[in-house]
């Protein structure tokens, strides 16, 4: 394996994970809702994915409620959102390499 | 298991959904336009029907007069923001998009602040025999309102809150030309705002 490829972490092989990482990067907090419409998801295909991330200690979850409806926002933590530059950092360096090459 | 093989693809990803979950995008040029349009009818009536014609800051009017100059403000203001409101859920359906999401609490929340900080100012200014300074502090809390809006929403409103501060000043600095500021920025300003955003959509 190419050692830049070594640097993409796991948990972001997954499209749908760095879906929501990306939106939950640009937002303080975004909702399920809000989530499942922009990544075009069913609930149960969202909710895995997000149980995973916040196994890994990326993700942090609130529930509340709005009236009598219960809402759920997740946020980025702090681990998340330095798994997530690096991420990108990876990405960048690939292509930079793929430029180069 | 399938590794990434298209970094630039991913990276281009990444980037549309930070924006687009970021930005409110439920906006029409129509609501610039009608704005801009009950603004001016308001300014023009204020004018030439109640002579509210201020020299400097301290400007007072008999109680009736202050009551119809705050009436006709309210004249401009309800419809405005109705219409507005009207168009920005008609556009969220058309995008497929709730229209009370996240992005909206936080744009709405964010002016509701300046704006009703602006409105008591404008109450007290008026009860206080300072009606020459009413239109350069609507114009200029406005400004601060759309700033702030400016963060989750399209660059122009950034130019539009940079119009407004504009007028706000000229507004303040010479109170005999306040309501012609005023009628330029909330009027014009908007006009030129909505019809600018109606053509590039035209296109």
Redesign the interface.
Known sequence: MRPA?DQ?HKAF?S?IR??IM??L???????F??LK???DLTDGNLASHLKALEKEGFIQVEKTFVGRKPNTEYRITYEGRSAFDHH?QA??S??KK?IQT | ?K??TD??R??A???S??????TFRALSGWQGVLAGAFASVGAGFAAWGLEFAPQAWAYALPAEAVRALGLTALAVLVPAAVTALAFSRRKAAEL???AW???TR?LLAGMAVPMASGGLLCVLGAVNGLLGLIPALMLLFYASALFHAARFTIPAVRTLAYVQTAFGWAAALFPEYGLLCWALGFGAGHLVYGITFLMREAR
């Open positions: 490829l993409l092989e499209r760095l879906g990306s939106m990067a640009a937002n303080e907090s975004v909702d809702t809000s419409l922009h990544l990108l990405l960048e690939l292509i793929h | 298991m590794t990434h970094p630039v991913d990276l990803e990444i980037r959904l930070m924006e687009r979950s970021s497929g998009e709730p999401n996240p992005t936080r």
